[in-house]
């Protein structure tokens, strides 16, 4: 069993950043695909990034086309932590963000963006951003 947990939410002006932190439980986590997602009220979850096992953030990461340019996902395999840094943020970036571990890689092989082939979750941090 993996343990997940999101912290460095917060509230921050449009333009601002913030960091995500999700530190997991476990000594298989550099084997994992690593994600972030995220779920406004009223909508569903969301895909934001999505980071390879290698750790290699150059080559073997993804990211929605509303966060690319903006976000950077990263990981700390020594650490069991995986990171989301969000910079230039916007009112439209308002939501609960989730990480998420692909334990059986299918998520990753199916391309990283359906929340429903990731085997495990965090409980999520808010992210306000006030216009």
């Known amino acids: 069993q993996v343990q997940l947990v999101e912290s460095g939410g917060g509230l921050v002006q449009a333009g601002g950043s913030l960091r995500l932190s999700c530190a997991a439980s476990?000594?298989?986590?550099?084997?994992?695909?690593m994600a972030w997602f995220r779920q406004a009220p009223g909508k569903e979850r969301e895909f934001v990034a999505v980071?390879?096992?290698?750790?290699?953030?150059?080559?073997?990461?993804d990211y929605a086309d509303s966060v690319r340019g903006r976000f950077a996902i990263s990981r700390d395999n020594a650490k069991n932590t995986v990171y989301l840094q969000m910079n230039s943020l916007k009112p439209e970036d308002t939501a609960v963000y989730y990480c998420?571990?692909?334990?059986?890689?299918?998520?990753?092989?199916?391309?990283?963006?359906?929340?429903?082939?990731?085997?495990?979750w965090g409980q999520g941090t808010q992210v306000t951003v006030s216009s």
């Open positions: 998420a571990a692909d334990a059986r890689a299918c998520a990753w092989y199916s391309g990283g963006y359906d929340y429903t082939l990731y085997d495990y």
């Open positions: 476990g000594r298989a986590f550099s084997t994992y695909a």
């Open positions: 980071i390879s096992w290698s750790g290699d953030n150059t080559r073997y990461s």
